[in-house]
C-alpha cells in the first residue's frame, strides 16, 4: 500500500515536471526526486526541457549573428563618414550672420552649407535654404 501511495507520489511529481518543465529548475526538481524514480518516467519531461534548450540557443544564435550583422553594417557607416572631410579656409563667411568662420565651432548640412554652430537653429533645417534633412 505505501510503495503504491509512494508510486502515485512520483507519478504526480512527474506530470507536474512535464507540465511546467519550462518554469522549473532542472537539476534541482531532479535532486528533489527521490532515487527510486524510474528513469523511464522522467523520458518526457527530459526531452522537453532538451528541446526547450535548443530552441533557446538556436534563437540566441539568430539574435547574436543579426546583431554581428547590424555591428559590420554600422561600422562600414562609420568608415564612409570618417572619409567625408570639409576644408573651410578661415576667410569663409556665414551665410547667416556674413561674419568671418574664422577658427569658430561650425555645423555643415548635407547641401553643403556651412554655418556657424551659434547660427544654426535647427540641426535638421538648413538655415540658408530651407531644405529639412532627417
Known sequence: KKNKKTNSKIEAAVQL????FDHIDTTEAIELLPP????????????????QNTRARRNDQVVKELLTGEQRRLQVNRTE???ESLKIETSRQCPVCKNRLGESVFAAYPNGVIVHYRCMKDKYTCPVTGTVFS
Not at 17 to 20: D, V, Y
Not at 36 to 51: A, E, G, Y
Open 17 to 20: 515536471l512535464q507540465s511546467h
Open 36 to 51: 527510486n524514480t524510474p528513469l523511464h518516467q522522467l523520458l518526457p519531461f527530459m526531452q522537453s526541457v532538451l528541446q
Open 81 to 83: 563618414l570618417a572619409k
